[in-house]
């Protein structure tokens, strides 16, 4: 990424094109369970019936793929998915810690109702860091 790529969209943030600005989109939230002594069998019975990605496999399969580990991500989730998790997770009696992702931005152009899509993930969050900075709007 070279300033050049950056500087072709300082549009964005320079004020010289105040109908871009940005909004958020959901937060995502990584769930991650925690079992203090690694996975035993018990822990996999739980494991399948919080997790429906889990429940379609064997125990015995589950058990010994995650033999020793200590903690197990569920994967990038919504906060309404997030919220049933835990209250799963509660009545089962594991340990899960809901891990907030780095917030996510559209870029958009209210005046032509369009978003901006920047291929390059590492220019877009620079970009993104930029309008931020720059005190641009974000919108609901």
């Known amino acids: ?37 690694g996975v035993t069998g018990k822990d996999v019975l739980k494991l399948k019936n919080i997790s429906s990605e889990y429940a ?11 033999k020793g580990m200590t903690s197990v991500s569920l994967n990038v989730i919504s906060m309404d998915v997030a919220v049933s998790l835990e209250k799963k997770c509660k009545e089962s009696g594991v340990e899960l810690r809901l891990i907030e992702k780095e917030a996510r931005y559209v870029i958009v152009n209210g005046v032509k109702n369009c978003i901006l899509a920047i291929e390059d993930n590492d220019i877009y969050r620079e970009v993104k860091e ?11």
């Open 130 to 140: 930029r309008m931020l900075m720059a005190g641009r709007r974000v919108s609901r």
């Open 1 to 37: 990424m070279s300033k050049a790529e950056i500087d072709n969209y300082s549009y964005l943030w320079d004020g010289s094109a105040p109908e871009w600005h940005l909004r958020p989109l959901p937060k995502q939230i990584e769930a991650v369970i925690f079992f203090e002594n």
């Open 56 to 66: 379609k496999v064997p125990t015995a399969e589950l058990l010994l793929k995650l």
